[in-house]
């Protein structure tokens, strides 16, 4: 533990969480007065003027040789721990409200983003006295300015790399303005504090002062002993309802207080059952804090005992008076042996500190070195820089989340974190700087056929100009990537001349074939119809007859648009779907299907389709014909089986069903012929 180490600073048990609030010891001190010392407290950034004018007035508290001679059992030689309690008491006596700053809560600020610092100094605003928060604050504020400098040197170098003039560089964000708003709230409420507290503090000091003369003139009086010893009491009084004052002041003058009082009580020889009334009542009393202290010297939670010691310790300075001179050495030593064991503890506690503390260099040493592990790897494609990226975020946020370095160190592995980001950063930045130059020749590609576009987008020429911008559209998505600014914007003016162009050549085309959109609302009129379309059920041959008839009709409608074909096939599955529900032979329907769907196939300029549709006739034909032919070979394995054999029966069957669908194919087959004539 450092020698800046202070009650504030102490950490306790681990698994004690530091919102703990400061115990009550468990002594009773009883007084003949009753009211409280007050214990208020000051916070960070005390400027040496707002003391200075309580110089003066301090300076007469200064023993002479004759009262130094036996000072009380508060004066003797104390330990750096006891120094280090009494600052502390003096710190809380400057502000009754001091003694909450223990009961802020103590969380890790280093492994905080600087989103998350700025959240949390805003909390301890609303939250708490402005004076409880300083030593959060200085911490917030340094780890959101290291976090910040890093961004800020990481922008600073892009800056450059793009070409930038490093005295016009300038970085701010919403983050950084809000962590300066706090701080300027905070700074403004602080010193203002600090002013209206600073009057009443050298008035408090001046009234001790007095007190304190009082006292000494007490030895002086030549009154009736039980009048002086009223007197005396009254001022004891007036001192402990005195307020507080500056805390530079307070162990001296507490301490010339202590001397004066143990002076009035040698003074009162004359009458020594008041005196030793007195002396008895404070032993009792810190007796009872000795005990108290010995057992907190077994508590394992040190950061509770540490600042509970803290209070028996401003109990026995500011609530009781002198002892016997034959008691005050033991009683002290006593209570100075129990303090050192708890100092002892701590300092065994800060030690473990110190011990967790290297694990986390170990850690943090071991990160820095998968970062510089990472810079140096030579990946040379953009999705390779950006899974590194990923990786290094996720170690520059397992860094932070490491936990404190011992203090020696922390600046130099602080520095060879930045320099090992710095490094990964320049890196990336000369790899995104080489893409962006080859991202401007993009730009300069597209920026080309856009020009191409918005020259022959109003142009008539359909037949030369559409392979044209055909081709500028294909050569476009071959071309990389363009900087990211610019490529919503020249996407947008490719596609609307692109669109132009398209969209007045459909227009005239669509005014040219106008006949053809015409015929196919027509033929949607016409199939709805179909769709509708009742049968007599009675008369067959009448319902053959309508539905040639649509079919009739729907060939002299004519072409629709190329794209609007589709409907032809909708129609003659609905022709289709009519004649099944027709009650005839079904070799003669399919017949009539058949022909029906060779309207369709025939055109005196394509004979394609008739010519698959013969193909495709005669390969059925072929294929019945083999599984004729198969059958009647299976018929000689059944020589000496009688004819009504069952088996027999059904291959017969199976024949004479083949040799009839045959017959259906050959006339389809002689129909597809005679369209060719």
Same mark, same amino acid.
């Given at each position: 533990?450092?020698?800046?180490?202070?009650?504030?600073?102490?950490?306790?048990?681990?698994?004690?969480?530091?919102?703990? @609030?400061?115990?009550?010891?468990?002594?009773?001190?009883?007084?003949?007065?009753?009211?409280?010392?007050?214990?208020?407290?000051?916070?960070?950034?005390?400027?040496?003027?707002?003391?200075?004018?309580?110089?003066?007035?301090?300076?007469?508290?200064?023993?002479?040789?004759?009262? @130094?001679?036996?000072?009380?059992?508060?004066?003797?030689?104390?330990?750096? /721990?006891?120094?280090?309690?009494?600052?502390?008491?003096?710190?809380?006596?400057?502000?009754?409200?001091?003694?909450?700053?223990?009961?802020?809560?103590?969380?890790?600020?280093?492994?905080?983003?600087?989103?998350?610092?700025?959240?949390?100094?805003?909390?301890?605003?609303?939250?708490?006295?402005? !004076?409880?928060?300083?030593?959060?604050?200085?911490?917030?504020?340094?780890?959101?300015?290291? =976090?910040?400098?890093?961004? /800020?040197?990481?922008?600073?170098?892009?800056?450059?790399?793009?070409?930038?003039?490093?005295?016009?560089?300038?970085? @701010?964000?919403? @983050?950084?303005?809000?962590?300066?708003?706090?701080?300027?709230?905070?700074?403004?409420?602080?010193?203002?504090?600090?002013?209206?507290?600073?009057?009443?503090?050298?008035?408090? /000091?001046?009234?001790?002062?007095?007190?304190?003369?009082?006292?000494?003139?007490?030895?002086?009086?030549?009154?009736?002993?039980?009048?002086?010893?009223?007197?005396?009491?009254?001022?004891?009084?007036k001192w402990r309802n005195a307020g507080p004052i500056p805390r530079d002041k307070y162990n001296t003058a507490w301490n010339t207080y202590h001397h004066h009082v143990e002076r009035f009580y040698d003074f009162l020889h004359l009458n020594n059952d008041l005196r030793d009334m007195d002396f008895k009542h404070n032993y009792d009393q810190k007796l009872k804090i000795i005990e108290r202290a010995e057992e907190l010297a077994e508590d394992e939670n040190t950061n509770r005992s540490f600042r509970e010691l803290q209070v028996l310790h401003k109990l026995w300075k500011e609530e009781l008076g002198p002892v016997g001179k034959e008691h005050r050495e033991v009683i002290w030593e006593r209570f100075s042996n129990a303090t050192k064991l708890i100092h002892d503890k701590r300092q065994a506690y800060y030690a473990d500190m110190d011990k967790a503390h290297e694990k986390n260099l170990e850690r943090k040493e071991e990160i820095i070195a998968k970062i510089t592990a990472v810079a140096e790897d030579k990946g040379n494609s953009h999705s390779a820089w950006q899974k590194k990226i990923k990786e290094i975020e996720a170690?520059?946020?397992?860094?932070?989340?490491?936990?404190?370095?011992?203090?020696?160190?922390?600046?130099?592995?602080?520095?060879?974190?930045?320099?090992?980001?710095?490094?990964?950063?320049?890196?990336?930045?000369?790899?995104?700087?080489?893409?962006?130059?080859?991202?401007?020749?993009?730009?300069?590609?597209?920026?080309?056929?856009?020009?191409?576009?918005?020259?022959?987008?109003?142009?008539?020429?359909?037949?030369?100009?559409?392979?044209?911008?055909?081709?500028? !559209?294909?050569?476009?998505?071959?071309?990389?990537?363009?900087?990211?600014?610019?490529?919503?914007?020249?996407?947008?003016?490719?596609?609307?001349?692109?669109?132009?162009?398209?969209?007045?050549?459909?227009?005239?085309?669509?005014?040219?074939?106008?006949?053809?959109?015409?015929?196919?609302?027509?033929?949607? =009129?016409?199939?709805?119809?179909?769709?509708?379309?009742?049968?007599?059920?009675?008369?067959?041959?009448?319902?053959?007859?309508?539905?040639?008839? +649509?079919?009739?009709?729907?060939?002299?409608?004519?072409?629709?648009?190329?794209?609007?074909?589709?409907?032809?096939?909708?129609?003659?599955?609905?022709?289709?779907?009519?004649?099944?529900?027709?009650?005839?032979?079904?070799?003669?329907?399919?017949?009539?299907?058949?022909?029906?769907?060779?309207?369709?196939?025939?055109?005196?300029?394509?004979?394609?389709?008739?010519?698959?549709?013969?193909?495709?006739?005669? =390969?059925?034909?072929?294929?019945?014909?083999?599984?004729?032919?198969?059958?009647?070979?299976?018929?000689?394995?059944?020589?000496?089986?009688?004819?009504?054999?069952?088996?027999?029966?059904?291959?017969?069957?199976?024949?004479?069903?083949? +040799?009839?669908?045959?017959?259906?194919?050959?006339?389809?087959?002689?129909?597809?012929?005679?369209?060719?004539?």
């Amino acid at each position: 533990m450092s020698e800046n180490d202070n009650l504030q600073d102490a950490d306790g048990k681990k698994e004690v969480e530091s919102t703990e @609030t400061t115990p009550t010891p468990k002594v009773e001190i009883k007084t003949e007065i009753e009211s409280e010392i007050e214990t208020p407290e000051v916070e960070i950034e005390v400027e040496a003027e707002k003391d200075s004018e309580v110089e003066t007035e301090a300076e007469s508290i200064v023993k002479t040789e004759e009262e @130094t001679e036996d000072l009380p059992e508060n004066e003797a030689p104390k330990d750096n /721990l006891v120094d280090e309690i009494e600052a502390s008491n003096a710190e809380d006596a400057e502000d009754e409200s001091n003694a909450e700053r223990h009961e802020v809560e103590e969380k890790d600020y280093h492994a905080m983003t600087m989103d998350e610092l700025t959240a949390e100094f805003g909390r301890l605003l609303n939250n708490h006295k402005v !004076q409880t928060i300083s030593k959060h604050v200085n911490e917030i504020k340094g780890e959101f300015n290291a =976090k910040f400098s890093e961004l /800020l040197d990481e922008k600073k170098e892009e800056f450059i790399e793009d070409g930038g003039n490093e005295i016009d560089f300038y970085y @701010t964000n919403d @983050t950084k303005k809000q962590f300066n708003s706090h701080y300027k709230t905070y700074k403004q409420t602080i010193n203002t504090y600090y002013k209206e507290r600073e009057q009443n503090l050298k008035q408090n /000091l001046d009234d001790r002062l007095q007190i304190i003369e009082d006292i000494k003139g007490l030895l002086s009086v030549e009154e009736n002993m039980g009048t002086t010893y009223k007197t005396f009491k009254e001022l004891q009084e007036k001192w402990r309802n005195a307020g507080p004052i500056p805390r530079d002041k307070y162990n001296t003058a507490w301490n010339t207080y202590h001397h004066h009082v143990e002076r009035f009580y040698d003074f009162l020889h004359l009458n020594n059952d008041l005196r030793d009334m007195d002396f008895k009542h404070n032993y009792d009393q810190k007796l009872k804090i000795i005990e108290r202290a010995e057992e907190l010297a077994e508590d394992e939670n040190t950061n509770r005992s540490f600042r509970e010691l803290q209070v028996l310790h401003k109990l026995w300075k500011e609530e009781l008076g002198p002892v016997g001179k034959e008691h005050r050495e033991v009683i002290w030593e006593r209570f100075s042996n129990a303090t050192k064991l708890i100092h002892d503890k701590r300092q065994a506690y800060y030690a473990d500190m110190d011990k967790a503390h290297e694990k986390n260099l170990e850690r943090k040493e071991e990160i820095i070195a998968k970062i510089t592990a990472v810079a140096e790897d030579k990946g040379n494609s953009h999705s390779a820089w950006q899974k590194k990226i990923k990786e290094i975020e996720a170690l520059r946020d397992a860094f932070f989340k490491a936990g404190k370095v011992p203090l020696k160190v922390n600046e130099s592995t602080w520095a060879k974190f930045k320099a090992a980001v710095r490094t990964f950063n320049r890196g990336k930045n000369n790899f995104y700087k080489e893409l962006k130059k080859d991202q401007y020749d993009n730009l300069k590609k597209k920026k080309d056929l856009i020009q191409i576009a918005e020259d022959n987008k109003d142009s008539d020429d359909f037949a030369t100009v559409t392979p044209l911008m055909k081709k500028i !559209q294909n050569e476009w998505k071959k071309i990389g990537h363009v900087p990211r600014r610019d490529s919503d914007k020249i996407w947008k003016q490719f596609k609307g001349a692109c669109n132009h162009y398209f969209d007045k050549m459909h227009a005239e085309r669509k005014a040219q074939d106008q006949h053809l959109y015409d015929a196919f609302d027509k033929k949607v =009129k016409l199939l709805d119809g179909l769709k509708t379309l009742e049968f007599t059920e009675e008369d067959p041959k009448a319902d053959i007859k309508v539905l040639q008839d +649509k079919i009739a009709e729907w060939k002299e409608i004519g072409y629709v648009p190329q794209n609007k074909r589709y409907i032809d096939g909708k129609f003659y599955k609905a022709i289709d779907d009519a004649f099944d529900k027709l009650k005839m032979d079904k070799s003669k329907l399919e017949m009539i299907k058949f022909e029906s769907k060779l309207e369709n196939l025939a055109d005196s300029d394509d004979t394609r389709l008739l010519d698959n549709e013969q193909n495709f006739i005669r =390969k059925r034909i072929s294929d019945i014909k083999s599984e004729i032919n198969q059958l009647e070979n299976n018929l000689q394995f059944f020589s000496n089986v009688k004819s009504d054999n069952p088996l027999v029966k059904d291959v017969h069957k199976n024949i004479a069903n083949h +040799k009839k669908e045959l017959d259906t194919w050959k006339a389809k087959l002689s129909k597809v012929r005679g369209m060719y004539s």
